[in-house]
């Protein structure tokens, strides 16, 4: 199966980490552009199969592949588009980072085009949250296998709140206000909804927590309090990446009026438009919302749960400052 040719050692590399590291918005921006690169989508499972050999071989034996550092980067970024970053499992495509323009452009379109009537809100809101629910359980933080049950009860809860909050918001506001504005509450709802899709599916988490580690990636413990700041900090950014839904509104408007073809365009028409729209704004913003926290994120010892910092201080006290995963 494996062509590849292997040449010079080089440990300095560490693919664990991203090639620009984390510690600015710019840095992780860059990261993430790879990462969400809508391209790695279309890879085939031999090319992700070879990258994470690529990537394996590196960590074990500090080999680069035929290429260099750069062929070796490439396949980082192609394994980690793919596959779990603690689980090591292969993702869901859909559920994938890499997915979200050309999933969310759709449902983004179909949001903005179908939101008067309450069953095309129904129908859009649903296959909305249930994509939003792949992705949040796709990208969860920890390594814990979840049971069916669990799975189901969290995307049964999520989808139906997250919905049923997004119908509600449009019959309330939808017909109260300006045109321009009504366009402006898919984005509302969906903004709300992700406040109870998130924690829903990432429930599991605020029971048993996330992994804790120290500098070098030792396991401490599990803390329920890092995995609320997790949650709250991916639904900030989720939020943050829906901003196509509002600029799109405005863009669509003007060409309303403004191009012959569009004037009187019906839903399919409307729908097709703003779903390309959408794309566009979505393929800087996705990467910029993912990019707002550091991935690997850093809390005091002190401000751990009582248990787990007098585990921690009991095998080294010296330890101030430990770090966890928080999950995209």
């Given at each position: ?25 710019e840095?992780?921006?860059k ?28 960590k ?7 290429g260099g550092?750069?062929a ?36 983004t ?21 249930s994509?939003?629910?792949m ?8 390594d814990k296998?979840?049971s ?32 321009l ?10 903004a709300?909804?992700?406040m ?33 700041r ?25 060409i ?14 409307s ?16 990467p910029a ?11 005091s010892?002190?401000k751990?749960e ?8 009991e ?14």
């Open positions: 199966l494996y062509t590849i040719k292997f040449e010079i050692m080089d440990r300095a590399i560490d693919v664990s980490k991203s090639k620009w590291g984390d510690e600015t918005f840095a992780r921006f990261h993430f552009v790879r990462l969400t690169d809508p391209r790695n989508c279309l890879k085939t499972n031999i090319q992700l199969e070879e990258a994470r050999h690529i990537v394996q071989k590196f074990k034996d500090g080999v680069l592949p035929g550092s750069e070796l980067w490439n396949a980082k970024y192609v394994h980690d588009s793919a596959f779990h970053p603690e689980t090591g499992d292969k993702q869901n495509l859909m559920g994938r980072m890499s997915f979200q323009v050309p999933g969310g452009m759709v449902l379109g179909m949001l903005l085009a179908f939101y008067k009537k309450p069953l095309e809100i129904f129908l859009a809101q649903w296959l909305t949250q994509f939003n629910a992705v949040n359980y796709t990208n969860r933080s920890g296998p979840l069916t049950k669990v799975i189901l009860s969290a995307y049964i809860t999520a989808t139906s709140l997250a919905t049923a909050t997004s119908i509600v918001l449009n019959k309330l506001f939808s017909s109260r206000v300006p045109p504005v009504g366009r402006f509450v898919p984005y509302v709802s969906v709300v909804a992700n109870f899709n998130i924690p829903c599916m990432r429930s599991q988490e605020m029971i048993d927590g996330v992994v804790i580690v120290d500098e070098e990636g030792n396991k401490l413990g599990n803390s329920v309090i890092a995995a609320k997790s949650i709250a900090s991916v639904t900030f950014s989720r939020c943050c990446m829906a901003t196509p839904m509002l600029i799109t509104p405005v863009v669509m408007q003007w309303e009026k403004n191009v012959s073809f569009m004037k009187n365009a019906g839903k399919v028409k729908c097709a438009m703003q779903t390309v729209i959408a794309g566009l704004f979505m393929l800087p913003a996705i919302g993912c990019a707002l926290f550091a991935q690997q994120q850093s809390i010892v002190d751990l009582d248990d787990l910092r007098t585990k921690i201080l095998r080294d006290s010296s330890i101030k400052t430990v770090y966890y995963n928080k999950g995209l």
